[in-house]
């Protein structure tokens, strides 16, 4: 899967970023599309920027999705669609009590105007990455709201917010797929005594913190249901292992925990389809992780995960959000003026193995997500 990146948060100096117009996606959405098709890559992850849809409450402006959605029709690209990508109106109170009701509000009308582009079952990710929100907004103020000391109480309102959305888009569009994406990550103890193993394993489970209250398991008045968590996304990067409260444990390490066996946990916790709904690395380094990550979810899948797809993410080329600079990580670079893009070769030679390695496994030459009905188990 392609995934282009469109985060929209304003940064803790007040500047919005937007990534879907820093990159130029929004603007070559079909050149972008085509060159993806022409890799493989039949599906993608793409999103709606909130804070330029809803211009006033209740009243919406779709002028920014329209090229997007038309583009991803005439090219037969699925699209799973990031509703919320940590961005939100500046007349939007993210701490109210009528925050998840307004989004939901939201998500229930851009579902309802998708239907006119295809008859196929929208696919959604109604907030992207709770838990990577909730720390970095609610805890360390990089980013909006601009917070401290207020992590667990944005992580609820969040997960409220996702709950309310996924019953609302349900009322329009009732074969609608979601996912939830998040960090899969790994804590390893700083030192040899038990309290340092108690806690760094209490900081790994907290990754599945937002997957529990979906479901109803952790915080039930929030109305989660088993019916809410549909497929698990796992985002997973080089520097999603550390050890608690000190640096990123290097790959190859005897701490360093094989991915594989963090597909297996998620899938046996909750018994849902899997997809790795993020990966990717910067530089030499993109064509050898995309080889390490197939490698373990071939793995995960014979020993019984049923992982449905990978998205490179992103797949382009982007400005950074602290200091713009030019963050080499996508199969395509930067916008050319007639909207085409480099390629970056070694990645997509790698790209081309897997999917003839994972095409021979399973038979199927869709390339897209399809994965088990959503009451399997």
Same mark, same amino acid.
């Given at each position: #899967?392609?995934?282009?990146?469109? @985060? /929209?948060? =304003? =940064?803790?100096?007040? $500047?919005r970023l937007d990534l879907l117009e820093s990159t130029g996606h929004a603007r070559h959405a079909a050149s972008d599309y085509a060159m993806a098709l022409r890799h493989g890559l039949k599906s993608a992850r793409d999103g709606m920027r909130w804070h330029l849809i809803e211009t006033a409450p209740?009243?919406?402006?779709?002028? /920014?999705?329209?090229? #997007?959605?038309?583009?991803? @029709?005439r090219a037969g690209m699925q699209v799973i669609w990031d509703l919320c990508h940590y961005g939100y109106p500046d007349h939007v109170d993210i701490w109210s009590a009528a925050f998840p009701e307004r989004f939901a509000s939201f998500a229930k009308a851009a579902a309802g105007y998708l239907t006119s582009f295809s008859d196929d079952p929208p696919y959604f990710c109604p907030v992207n990455e709770m838990s990577f929100w909730a720390w970095a907004g609610g805890d360390q103020a990089r980013f909006n709201p601009r917070a401290t000391r207020r992590g667990p109480e944005l992580k609820l309102q969040l997960a409220r917010a996702a709950i309310a959305a996924t019953s609302a888009i349900r009322e329009v569009a009732p074969?609608? $797929?979601?996912?939830?994406?998040?960090? /899969?990550?790994?804590? @390893?103890? /700083? !030192?040899?005594?038990?309290?340092?193993?108690?806690?760094?394993?209490a900081y790994r489970l907290a990754q599945f913190e937002v997957h529990d209250m979906l479901i109803g398991r952790?915080?039930?008045?929030?109305? !989660?249901?088993?019916?809410?968590?549909?497929?698990?996304?796992l985002n997973f990067y080089p520097d999603n292992q550390w050890r608690l409260g000190r640096a990123t444990i290097p790959f190859g390490h005897h701490d360093y925990r094989p991915f594989r066996e963090m597909l297996l946990e998620t899938?046996?916790?909750? $018994? =849902?389809?899997?997809?790795?709904s993020e990966t990717g690395a910067e530089g030499s380094a993109r064509a050898s992780?995309?080889?390490?990550?197939?490698?373990?979810? @071939?793995?995960?899948?014979?020993a019984g995960a049923p992982v449905e797809g990978l998205c490179l993410y992103p797949v382009l080329d982007y400005p950074g959000w602290a200091n713009d600079r030019l963050c080499e990580v996508g199969l395509f670079g930067q916008p050319e003026a007639d909207g085409g893009r480099k390629v970056y070769q070694p990645l997509a030679e790698e790209l081309a193995r897997q999917t003839a390695r994972f095409t021979a496994r399973s038979g199927d030459e869709t390339g897209r997500v399809v994965p088990l009905r959503r009451d399997a188990s």
């Open positions: #899967m392609a995934g282009f990146e469109c @985060a /929209s948060q =304003r =940064r803790a100096d007040g $500047r209740g009243r919406y402006d779709w002028s /920014s999705v329209a090229p #997007m959605a038309e583009a991803a @029709a074969d609608a $797929r979601f996912i939830v994406a998040e960090p /899969s990550i790994h804590v @390893a103890p /700083s !030192g040899a005594g038990p309290k340092s193993r108690v806690e760094a394993e952790r915080n039930p008045e929030l109305g !989660g249901s088993v019916e809410t968590l549909d497929i698990v996304g899938y046996e916790r909750y $018994r =849902r389809p899997v997809i790795v992780w995309l080889h390490y990550v197939a490698g373990e979810i @071939a793995a995960a899948i014979d």
